[in-house]
């Protein structure tokens, strides 16, 4: 396996442990001796921190539209600029959140036509795909009252738009079993990263 590069993903609804999982999956690796990195989607580089501010915490009224547009900017330019230089290098990429964000929180969470999202995440990413994506599935409610006091402008859309996005993560899993598994969140982290080891072949 060592210097084949590989795109694994972590999505989930705000609250569903996935950041944890995936620096746990690092380390399990790293001790494997493989050269990982570690990124996320909104705002992993320079102008992709920029983008994050607004989206996070700008306080007036954003389009729909706009808030999907400016998800899909910072991802071409992560792509482009981190995700695709480290897979040519042969690294394991794992990224928090990805494409299925855009289609679950936009698309499902905020109604922005799909098959658009889906047009508009291909544009961005080159047409590169993940090789593997968890979703971290969880109730809502226990995602939530993780969440901390102090919600960012997406953590306040509250319970009913994260149903929804919720149940859009279960229908892309559905759509694409090959690549999107869904891992079982109500647990412990321990028994979670014991679900994710079983897809990991290495
Ligand atoms: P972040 O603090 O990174 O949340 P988390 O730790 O849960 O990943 O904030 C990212 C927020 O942006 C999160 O609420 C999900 C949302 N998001 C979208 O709505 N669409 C997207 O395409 C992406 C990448 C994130």
Redesign the pocket.
């Known amino acids: 396996m060592k210097n084949k590069g590989l795109f694994i993903t972590f999505e989930g609804i ?2 569903c442990g ?2 944890t999982q995936m620096n746990l999956l690092a380390d399990y690796l790293k001790a494997k001796g493989q050269d990982v990195l570690i990124t ?3 705002g992993a580089i320079g102008l992709g921190e920029k983008i994050r501010e607004i ?2 915490n700008y306080n007036g009224e954003v389009s729909s539209n706009c ?1 999907a547009f400016l ?1 899909l900017a910072d ?1 071409a330019q992560h792509i482009d600029i981190i995700v695709k230089p480290a897979i040519k290098a042969g690294k394991i990429v794992l990224c ?3 494409t299925d ?2 289609v679950a ?2 698309g499902w ?1 905020r109604d922005v036509d799909l098959e658009q999202i889906k047009m508009l995440n291909s544009l961005a990413t080159s047409g590169l795909k993940p090789d593997l994506t968890f979703v971290f599935d969880i109730d809502v409610e226990t995602a939530l009252s993780r969440v901390g006091k102090t919600k ?1 402008r ?2 306040s859309a509250g319970p009913g738009f994260f149903e929804k996005t919720s149940q859009g993560y279960l229908e892309i899993a559905k759509q694409e079993p090959h690549r999107v598994k869904v891992i079982n969140s109500n647990d412990s982290i321990e028994n979670i990263f014991e679900q994710v080891k079983e897809y990991i072949e290495i």
Request: no cysteine.
């Open positions: 705000d609250g996935k950041t996320r989607e909104p989206l996070l808030e998800f991802r928090d959140r990805h964000s855009t929180y936009q969470g960012d997406m953590e």
